[in-house]
């Protein structure tokens, strides 16, 4: 079945750890994206990426990063940078088309504690 | 700026009620594209409903039915029959175009916990 697929599920992280969050997507979608959830609030975007080899960064990028080598795969890296890294991360793809916007869909999520 | 308001934090129904979930929002662009998602217990975000802004036609699918009107810029999402299994909860998102190149972004409301009691 197609779809997306995020690991682990429940991640932990040490202080001054760098921990990185897996992406994946066999529906053939060019573009990726990673957003944060905190409590009660809605999704922020972190990164997004329109095409391999090429990623740009969304509202909260710091201390955060990615790669986009191939076109399944969008990793998601949280720094020893990002102060306050604890939240719900969710993935996202999606077949944008010029002047349209396609529906974007998610992955089950890796939450993120830090020790 | 934009914005999507969701200012029901959390509504609680007995099953077999009806149930109506606002959404309003605000946008500079003429061409923008409004979504629902729902969210289980699970955590994954479910795909509902996409419409454009130049679609204002109501639609229903099943329990489900979303009332679109430009003239309040409200999006609202109403469950006929609430079921325990509608229990989660439910974002609205706005979609416009977010770079110069045409890229799209969505900006999420803060979401409704919608509770169905047995």
């Known amino acids: 079945d197609g779809g997306i697929t995020q690991s682990p599920k429940y991640l932990f992280r040490k202080e001054g750890q760098n921990v990185t969050l897996s992406c994946e997507q066999n529906?053939?979608?060019?573009?990726m994206y990673w957003y944060r959830q905190d409590p009660g609030q809605g999704l922020r975007l972190i990164y997004y990426s329109q095409i391999v080899n090429d990623f740009q960064k969304g509202d909260i990028a710091e201390g955060y990063s990615v790669s986009r080598e191939k076109k399944e795969s969008f990793p998601l890296t949280v720094t020893s940078a990002q102060k306050n890294p604890t939240a719900f991360y969710l993935c996202?793809?999606?077949?944008?088309?010029?002047?349209?916007?396609?529906?974007?869909?998610f992955g089950p999520g890796t939450r993120l504690l830090v020790l | 700026a934009q914005k999507v308001t969701q200012a029901q934090t959390e509504i609680s129904v007995v099953e077999k009620e009806d149930v109506t979930l606002d959404c309003v929002y605000e946008?500079?662009?003429?061409?923008?594209?409004l979504f629902w998602y729902k969210q289980p217990p699970s955590g994954e975000l479910v795909f509902l409903i996409r419409?454009?802004?130049?679609?204002?036609q109501n639609e229903i699918s099943g329990r489900y039915s979303w009332n679109f009107q430009k003239s309040t810029s409200s999006f609202n999402f109403t469950i006929t029959a609430s079921q325990v299994v509608d229990s989660a909860v439910y974002f609205c998102?706005?979609?416009?175009?977010?770079?110069?190149?045409?890229?799209?972004?969505?900006?999420f409301g803060t979401g409704t916990r919608l509770k169905v009691l047995a």
């Open positions: 419409r454009n802004s130049f679609d204002e």
């Open positions: 996202a793809s999606s077949n944008p088309s010029r002047g349209v916007q396609e529906t974007q869909y």
């Open positions: 529906l053939n979608h060019d573009a």
């Open positions: 946008t500079r662009d003429t061409t923008y594209y």
């Open positions: 998102a706005l979609s416009e175009v977010y770079t110069t190149s045409g890229t799209y972004k969505y900006i």
